[in-house]
T-cell receptor
Framework: GQNIDQPTEMTATEGAIVQINCTYQ??????LFWYQQHAGEAPTFLSY????GLEEKGRFSSFLSRSKGYSYLLLKELQMKDSASYLC??????????FGKGNQVVVIP | DADVTQTPRNRITKTGKRIMLECSQT?????MYWYRQDPGLGLRLIYY???????NKGEISDGYSVSRQAQAKFSLSLESAIPNQTALYFC????????????FGDGTRLSIL
């Protein structure tokens, strides 16, 4: 089976920076996605990494190390609306996505 | 209008009933997926389809069946519902290509009593 690990929850202060980690062991690797999901809503796409290194997109950046089976999502200048679950998903083998359980980020004033 | 539409949004039913969840999309994507989401377990793939004539089982297909009626429509059926199928169900679509993200519908909250 595919194994994708994320911490379950973290709390951070408005305006701060938070790093959300994801480690994976999958049968094949064709890329890694990050999604944001607010409670009771649909996941929405944030970023995609397939090569090692950092991808920056506004306040959000995502990093990948394929040799370590590791990725992180960096959220800068945290806002209250960033309170959500952040899902790491690996595209593997036969064109399927395997999702982690999600990391719940709580932003406090 | 939403690009990926799921109906119904909420459903409460009894054990043993047959249930159909429907998904339609206006994105023109070939690929469609059904997931369920349970607290603490994340999203798990039930079935997926890469075109109208292609249907594949995901990691938890037992107790479910699907039909791809057209490029834009993909329905999920529970033949005889049981309480542990109570979950939030999502349909998703994507374009071809490994770098193409999946786009999710708003979900169907299903409760089986």
């Amino acid at each position: 089976g595919q194994n994708i690990d994320q911490p379950t929850e973290m709390t951070a202060t408005e305006g701060a920076i938070v790093q959300i980690n994801c480690t994976y062991q999958t049968s094949g690797f064709n890329g890694l996605f990050w999604y944001q999901q607010h409670a009771g809503e649909a996941p929405t796409f944030l970023s995609y990494n397939v090569l090692d290194g950092l991808e920056e997109k506004g306040r959000f950046s995502s990093f990948l190390s394929r040799s370590k089976g590791y990725s992180y999502l960096l959220l800068k200048e945290l806002q209250m609306k960033d309170s959500a679950s952040y899902l790491c998903a690996v595209y593997y083998g036969n064109n399927r996505l395997a999702f982690g359980k999600g990391n719940q980020v709580v932003v406090i004033p | 209008d939403a690009d990926v539409t799921q109906t119904p949004r909420n459903r409460i039913t009894k054990t043993g009933k047959r249930i159909m969840l429907e998904c339609s999309q206006t994105k023109g994507h070939d690929r469609m997926y059904w997931y369920r989401q349970d607290p603490g377990l994340g999203l798990r793939l039930i079935y997926y389809s890469f075109d109208v004539k292609d249907i594949n089982k995901g990691e938890i297909s037992d107790g479910y069946s699907v039909s791809r009626q057209a490029q834009a429509k993909f329905s999920l059926s529970l033949e005889s519902a049981i309480p542990n199928q109570t979950a939030l169900y999502f349909c998703a679509t994507s374009d071809r290509g490994q770098n193409q993200p999946q786009h999710f519908g708003d979900g169907t909250r299903l409760s089986i009593l």
